[in-house]
């Protein structure tokens, strides 16, 4: 019998060689790998809180794709949905090693990768609706034309089959043609989906709108049930379909080591608190909390807890 999913994702794994002594990526020797992606990041997050996680992708018959394949077999992740493409080759990025909770410098060496050739054809009905929520974000979606009506297509088959649907702008102008692009394709996923969750510069690019309130009233009137806008050091807003709204106040953190994968935490964190059942106010502080774990160690997804970790009553 096929194991029954909590949730699936679609995206773009690569292999990340993370700079160990600071300063420029060309005069950096040495370097410890590990795996990225922002739609992996919350696959793993998830994973580690007890979730059945199935993650979907593409990746090349090579030895960064056999990596990753192993990181997802580390961390208990379902790979039913995984292609391994002999015709294109794993992404890699390189990350510099950021000093003072400064953003760290990456380059990414992705274009033509294997996942950047995810189609509908990797949509499998079968294996989509064993799990009951599917978790998208705007990187797979600019990753090319076709893996674009792959997630299109699956929200759209998940929403007819009575799914739950999380989106997450992670905005990454440089993977589009156009700002308007971005902007028009983005909003069609975000208003499939029934949970929102851009950071306040991504909400304001994509609505217009310049306020968590307005951000928030744009995707509401489209049919989205539940906004959650990360406000950085404030924390986050959340408002609801049903009138619902707040702040909720970010964790001081006292030592920052890496701010990448904070947004994929916060999301780690709303998604399986509202999976559970628990309220939004208490989905938003978990976010928050996983958020800031996230930022205090080195890495994409070292800081994501375990459910002991995460120390919950």
Known sequence: MKQVLDVITIG????????????ELHQVDRFIKRVAGAELNVAIGLARLGLNVSWVSRVGTDSFGQFVLDSLQQEGINREGVTMDERYPTGFQLKSKAENGTDPIVE?????????????????????????????????????????ALLDHAASEMKREGKTISFDPNLRPVLWRSESEMREKLNRLACKADWVL??????????????????????????????????????????SQDGERGA??????????????????????????????????????????????????????????????????
Do not use: C
């Open 12 to 23: 773009e794994a690569m292999a990340m060689f993370v700079a160990q002594n600071t300063g």
């Open 108 to 148: 990414y060496f992705r274009k033509g990768s294997a996942a950047s050739h995810l189609s509908r054809e990797d949509f499998t009905l079968s294996h989509f609706a064993r799990a009951r929520h599917l978790h998208l974000s705007g990187v797979a979606a600019g990753l090319s034309d076709s893996a674009y």
């Open 198 to 239: 851009p950071g306040l510069k991504e909400g304001s690019i994509l609505t217009g709108e310049r306020t968590p309130e307005g951000i928030a009233e744009f995707y509401l009137s489209r049919g989205v049930k539940a906004v959650i806008i990360k406000t950085g050091a404030d924390g986050a807003w959340y408002q």
């Open 248 to 313: 909720v106040a970010a964790l001081k953190v006292e030592n920052v080591v890496d701010t990448v994968g904070a947004g994929d935490g916060f999301a780690v964190g709303v998604i399986s608190a509202l999976l559970e059942g628990k309220t939004l106010p208490q989905a938003v502080t978990r976010g928050n909390k996983i958020g800031s774990l996230a930022i205090q160690v080195q890495g994409d997804s070292e800081g994501l807890p375990t459910r002991e970790a995460l120390g919950e009553a």
